[in-house]
């Protein structure tokens, strides 16, 4: 049952507690639980590789995420009103706030956190995408977030041994 707020010809239905139905809010819940599992994932990879963000992190920002959009498209069915468009490009606005807390430069002018920010953008955009119902779109986004986190780590370790080769024979450095 909806209730009206406003008076004239823009009158808006207003939503009570009795008007979303429960399997609609349950289905909110499962979408958060299954972003939150993915983003948990994604963090274990990133505590692993010793980065900071970790599980809870990226748990938190994907269960958010989902939970945000989630919300937003029940609100729109329900109450015919508004845009759940609105809910995502806040939640991808925000967490590029959040990224760029993320990103600083080190004593030696290099910059750190570039990944950790990008992982972040990502999980939260996984969890828009289960947050929506698309929950292998989810999974598939996770195990490309994943790939590319470790392909990317095992170039970086390759390249620096490749490094200090070089500088153990040439003497430099010692």
């Given at each position: 049952?909806?209730?009206?707020?406003?008076?004239?010809?823009?009158?808006?239905?207003?939503?009570?507690?009795?008007?979303?139905?429960?399997?609609q809010?349950?289905?909110?819940?499962?979408?958060?639980?299954?972003?939150?599992?993915l983003?948990?994932?994604?963090?274990?990879?990133?505590?692993?590789?010793?980065?900071?963000?970790?599980?809870?992190?990226?748990?938190?920002?994907?269960?958010?995420?989902?939970?945000?959009?989630?919300?937003?498209?029940?609100?729109d069915?329900?109450?015919?009103?508004?845009?759940?468009?609105?809910?995502?490009?806040?939640?991808?606005?925000?967490i590029?706030?959040?990224?760029?807390g993320?990103?600083?430069?080190?004593?030696?002018?290099?910059?750190?956190?570039?990944?950790?920010a990008a992982?972040?953008?990502?999980?939260?955009?996984?969890?828009v995408?289960?947050?929506?119902?698309?929950?292998?779109?989810?999974?598939?986004?996770?195990?490309?977030?994943?790939?590319?986190?470790?392909?990317?780590?095992?170039?970086?370790?390759?390249?620096?041994?490749?490094?200090?080769?070089d500088?153990?024979?040439?003497?430099r450095?010692?």
């Amino acid at each position: 049952m909806l209730a009206y707020w406003g008076s004239g010809k823009y009158d808006c239905p207003m939503l009570t507690v009795h008007s979303i139905d429960l399997w609609q809010q349950a289905s909110i819940i499962i979408n958060g639980t299954i972003a939150a599992v993915l983003g948990s994932i994604i963090g274990w990879e990133r505590d692993r590789a010793g980065k900071s963000a970790g599980p809870r992190t990226m748990a938190l920002v994907g269960t958010a995420a989902a939970i945000v959009v989630g919300i937003g498209e029940i609100v729109d069915i329900n109450a015919q009103y508004g845009d759940p468009t609105r809910a995502l490009l806040a939640i991808m606005t925000g967490i590029g706030f959040l990224g760029a807390g993320l990103i600083f430069t080190d004593k030696r002018g290099g910059v750190q956190g570039v990944t950790t920010a990008a992982t972040i953008f990502a999980t939260a955009a996984m969890g828009v995408g289960v947050g929506l119902g698309f929950q292998v779109v989810g999974v598939g986004l996770t195990l490309i977030i994943l790939f590319i986190l470790r392909s990317s780590q095992f170039l970086e370790v390759t390249r620096r041994r490749r490094v200090e080769s070089d500088e153990d024979l040439t003497g430099r450095y010692r």
